[in-house]
């Protein structure tokens, strides 16, 4: 499926800000099943100085610095991204999620995943929801779907009434949230019995196709779970707020240990009062109107 995304922020201020330093992750990372046909950002007013490169984890970096007074920043993304994820595993082929935690710590692609993140504990309230559905000795991806349709229907998708910083208690306190709460609820439940997850970065579509559901999920960015299920299978993909395998309806940003590491857009500025950020997303098939 070949997708356009155009990701728009814009920071409007009181006051002229005098300058700001911004670092973005709105690059569209290059996989094996994931092609970047094309990509560009455009900063208005024009950046004073910008270094394109990539973070520890490979995922594409911009950063960029203004040194001019100005009462609006708009940053804008677009890209032309051929998505075609491969189909998971069989799931009762996976391997137990007992045996892949045992290995997790021996294999340097997962073990950095396994530890606590800025904004992702290993918490012991995540680990006690999600243990029903880990008995020993059933197959990992088995028991990463159940937790993952669990998540889609005991919380409410509700945009408002977290931040992306709510601490895991307090999500599963309110049962209520978005993506990036089910997602950092996920990986903590994840790490706390030993698997290797990682959070990732992106965007869904949530138009339906014809005849189909529409998918949840704020107009703006997208976040899931990638779960490592062993060194033969590797990493699959799930996506909570909508408890589904991710496949055809996503595209992938980048990845970390949690949000911090994959902010879209984040930055420091200078002056300018009490800004108000505004942020836009459209995600069409290329064949769309």
């Known amino acids: 499926m070949i997708y356009r995304v155009r990701h728009t922020t814009r920071y409007d201020y009181p006051g002229a800000a005098d300058g700001s330093a911004h670092l973005a992750h709105l690059h569209p990372r290059v996989l094996p099943w994931q092609r970047v046909l094309s990509a560009t950002l455009d900063l208005e007013p024009a950046a004073s100085w910008q270094r394109d490169g990539t973070d520890h984890f490979g995922n594409v970096v911009n950063w960029f610095f203004l040194d001019i007074a100005h009462h609006t920043f708009v940053v804008t993304a677009e890209a032309t991204v051929d998505v075609r994820f491969p189909a998971p595993p069989p799931t009762m082929e996976t391997p137990a999620w007992d045996n892949v935690a045992a290995s997790a710590a021996r294999d340097w692609r997962a073990a950095e995943f396994l530890f606590d993140s800025p904004l992702v504990a290993a918490d012991a309230e995540a680990r006690a929801y999600a243990v029903s559905s880990f008995p020993r000795g059933r197959p990992i991806l088995d028991a990463l779907l159940e937790l993952n349709l669990r998540i889609r229907t005991d919380f409410t998708f509700r945009p408002g009434v977290t931040t992306t910083s709510t601490k895991i208690r307090e999500v599963l306190q309110r049962r209520e949230g978005v993506c990036q709460d089910f997602t950092h609820l996920m990986i903590s439940a994840l790490r706390a019995l030993g698997l290797p997850a990682r959070y990732v970065s992106g965007y869904i579509r949530t138009r ?41 309806e996503h595209v992938v940003l980048g990845w970390g240990r949690d949000y911090s590491d994959v902010a879209p857009l984040r930055g420091v500025i200078l002056s300018g009062g009490e800004h108000r950020l505004s942020v836009a997303v459209e995600l069409s098939p290329e064949d769309a109107p």
């Open 208 to 248: 339906p196709k014809e005849g189909g559901a529409g998918r949840l999920g704020a107009d703006q960015s997208h976040a899931w779970v990638s779960c490592w299920l062993g060194a033969h299978h590797g990493w699959t993909d799930l996506d909570p707020t909508n408890g589904l395998v991710v496949q055809e």
